[in-house]
């Protein structure tokens, strides 16, 4: 399974949702579902807007974790 963490990210950097929202172009009720693991695909271009915002990379926010584990 793919494990998000953009809420690590947000944390770091210190920054809310709402202003990663604003500075990515998609509504908070998006990054909730994002942060949440709800999301079942997220565009190459919101990744790289994600990217951007944070300074980050992809790997940074997703990660895959074994489901057997």
């Known amino acids: 399974m793919i ?3 953009l809420d690590v990210e947000l944390a770091k950097k210190k920054m809310s949702s709402s202003e990663l ?12 579902i994002l942060k949440t693991g709800k ?12 990217c951007k915002a944070l300074d980050c990379q992809p ?3 997703l990660e895959y974790v074994d489901d057997e584990e």
């Open 59 to 61: 790997g940074d926010i």
């Open 21 to 32: 929202a604003e500075k990515v172009g998609i509504t908070t009720a998006n990054i909730s």
């Open 39 to 50: 999301a079942k695909a997220v565009r190459f271009s919101t990744l790289d807007s994600i």
């Open 3 to 5: 494990r998000v963490n």
